[in-house]
């Protein structure tokens, strides 16, 4: 008995990971893999661009998870330097629109070639731009 109720959460969550199929985008010559379960949505590096493997971002990379309602995103990116030992988190909202194309923005620090903020804030924005889906 006991293996069965292990079993069958086990069995359900495969079933419920196989169903979902990610998508490919391209944001700033990088492509990447957007995995949705429900209204949870993640953002990773599936092909970086060079820029981005120069600052030691690599395949399956995180780059944004959060979630969708209606057609708005709302979750946290991060931002990726040579200079930094890790990403930089802030926060992002926007919106999808036809296309499809899912553009985030957000405010954060800006940092100094020694990983320290500067005083400075930048407003990011991130475009996706959909690619094709497995």
Not at 24 to 33: E, K, Q
Not at 42 to 58: D, H, L, N, R
């Amino acid at each position: 008995m006991l293996k069965a109720l292990i079993t069958l959460p086990l069995i359900a969550y495969m079933t419920m990971s196989v169903a979902i199929a990610d998508s490919f985008w391209n944001h700033n010559g990088s492509t990447m893999r957007l995995k949705d379960n429900g209204k949870y949505r993640v953002f990773i590096y599936e092909i970086p661009s060079a820029k981005m493997q120069s600052t030691g971002v690599k395949k399956g990379t995180l780059l944004f998870n959060g979630e969708r309602i209606g057609d708005k995103y709302y979750g946290t990116a991060r931002v990726f330097s040579k200079y930094c030992d890790y990403p930089i988190s802030y926060t992002v909202k926007g919106n999808v629109y036809d296309g499809p194309k899912v553009v985030l923005m957000g405010t954060r620090p800006s940092y100094d070639a020694g990983c320290k903020a500067n005083g400075k804030i930048t407003t990011d924005k991130l475009v996706f731009t959909y690619l094709y889906s497995e």
